[in-house]
């Protein structure tokens, strides 16, 4: 409801209550919108909360907790091994399935028949690392360095190989012959 007054003529009575009933309004709208905020601005801040707390961030695993797991279940599923240093340890049958292995030092470890089906180990160092039956299915090992490593029947199908860094050839040989990769 809107009221439009005459510059000259002095507001009258009804013509004031008509203002006071729309300032009521807008105050009520005002109210409205205000408490729409705040419960916007709640859940912005529990969100923010959210992923400020250590729960959201992912937590990587130090090489005593690797050591922990080993000693009991071998079940590295779904976990965060991002630079951890994992050189000269025996993961042999391990399971790292969809695990986040970037930049880990497994150098000169016993990797033999682990499981790595869609694990990360972009930029790992498997230098020396026995790969003798390991399952990279779908594993992305893009920048890894695999000098040295024995791959004798790996499973690389659908996985991304480093073949940037190492021939193609190079990685085949070792699947079937268990030769060390060269290069």
């Known amino acids: 409801m809107v009221v439009i007054l005459n510059k000259k003529s002095a507001p009258t009575k009804t013509s004031l209550m008509a203002r006071k009933a729309i300032d009521e309004d807008e105050d009520e709208e005002d109210e409205d919108f205000s408490d729409e905020e705040e419960e916007e601005e709640g859940i912005s801040e529990m969100r923010s909360s959210e992923i400020d707390s250590d729960e959201a961030k992912p937590k990587t695993l130090t090489r005593k907790e690797a050591i922990d797991i080993l000693q009991t279940t071998r079940d590295f599923s779904k976990m965060d091994f991002r630079k951890a240093n994992l050189a000269k340890l025996d993961f042999s049958n391990c399971n790292f399935e969809t695990s986040n292995l970037s ?72 699947i079937n012959e268990g030769t060390k990769v060269n290069r």
């Open 103 to 174: 930049y880990v030092n497994f150098k000169d470890s016993n990797l033999e028949g682990c499981n790595f089906t869609n694990a990360s180990l972009w930029n790992a160092n498997l230098e020396g690392a026995n790969l003798t039956r390991a399952n990279l299915e779908d594993a992305d090992l893009d920048y890894t360095k695999l000098r040295g490593a024995i791959l004798y029947r790996a499973n690389v199908r659908r996985a991304t190989l480093p073949t940037d860094l190492i021939p193609r050839e190079e990685i085949l040989r070792s």
